[in-house]
């Protein structure tokens, strides 16, 4: 018999929203092509020998206990860690099952459906599909900024800024700089809490302020500063998702927004672009009140994270081992940044320009106008190369002239081959 699935299915199923970059997995073989598509680390950064050491070592100190259900707020010994790394109390860290469970507990917890979350444009798909399964109405920071009389938005917050020959300069920069200038967005707001009926108050803004996935820009501290403020008079919340953080290859760090804000921010981490996504571990850092609220949602998730994963990041981020595999990571991610920079320049056409991320793991390139890399997609993997196309991290699908590249899966040689390819297709697409 026939049976009529549709009626079954819950009304929020309609708003999930399919991720294009895991349909582009299902389709294709990655290894049998050369893929700037997806977000996957270098292999050779995951520590398999003192993974097989630590496992030994932690079934040796825990025994039964390392596989026994936890605490739902995480194990102690790792919740201590992170909040020795990043000079925190203990109270303030809640540990996850991976980053991405991170902004989806943070939207189930804050948003009822129809509330506002800003977000940069473009911005991470992951978080849209968060949003959007929330039912949640997406707002740029841009088209907020507009509503609440401001004529700027924090920078890194805008559209990616752009150029070619190992320059940070802003192509574009008369458009851009009306939007993203700092120095304009130094007057407090124009419009006072509240003073304007109708318009909802964010619950909260969702920002990758480190080396952006996708567009490989960092927010300066002025910017962020700017966030803060905007965030402190408009009375919403900050997410600031930074699995990229530590990954950092040139430039200097700058604080994070919940250094600047602890009282209204929740700082998202991942080991998985430090240790290994296969364990499936972030942790989120915040005021005590909302971890409360968190830590009661997260029960009926997944009542603890994985216990025996935890012992182990405990170890290998307590011991050491991690920051002597983050040195061996940043200095391998370093030569592939710089790699794909020089044969972006080498091959792609002069009317083409991309980011210079000064870390994490993508660039954002830009095409001419007229060329559209979703329609150019096919032509791509006909050929033999894949991308993320650029519009599906913009809210409202825009950009359509743009693509996300990855620069940490490849091999050198490999790469190579593989802009050489990419810039052969985009050079026919005009
Ligand atoms: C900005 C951002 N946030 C979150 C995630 C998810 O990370 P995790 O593996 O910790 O779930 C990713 C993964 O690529 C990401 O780019």
Known sequence: MDLEYGKFFSSDVGSFMRSPVREIFK??????????????????????????RISAQVLEKYGAKALQYGATQGVTELREVIARRYGVPVENVQITTSSQQGIDVCTRVFVNPGDVVLTTAPTYLGALQSFKSYRAEIQTLEDFCLAVGRT???????RPRQGRGGTTSVVGSEEIGDFCDSAKISDSCDSPRGSSPGRKRPKFCYVIPDFQNPSGETMTLEEREKLVRMAREQDFLIVEDSPYRELRYSGE????????????????????????????????????????QIYVCKQSLDLCPPILDQYMAAEFMGSGALDANLRRSIALYRAKRDKM??????????????????????????????????????????????YVAGSFFYPDGSHRNTM???????????????????????????
Request: proline fraction near 8%; charge should be negative.
């Open 152 to 158: 700027t938005a924090p920078a890194g917050a805008c």
């Open 341 to 386: 920079l020089g044969l972006l320049e080498k091959y792609m056409p002069q009317s083409v320009s991309w980011t210079h991320p000064e870390g994490g793991l993508f660039l954002f390139v830009t095409l001419p106008e007229e060329i559209d890399t979703v329609a150019l997609y096919d032509r791509a993997l006909a050929a033999g190369v894949a």
């Open 404 to 430: 996300r590249l990855n620069f940490s899966f490849l091999d050198a040689s490999r790469m190579e081959a593989g802009v050489k390819l990419l810039a052969e297709v985009v050079a026919g697409a005009r």
């Open 253 to 292: 760090p700058v604080p994070t927004i919940y250094s600047l804000a602890p009282e209204r921010t929740l700082h998202l981490g991942s080991f998985s672009k430090i240790f290994a996504p296969g364990f499936r571990l972030g942790w989120i850092l915040g005021p005590v009140e909302l971890l409360e």
């Open 27 to 52: 389709k294709v073989d990655l290894s049998a092509i050369y893929s700037f598509a997806g977000g996957y680390p270098d292999a050779a950064t995951f520590p398999i020998e003192d993974i097989r």
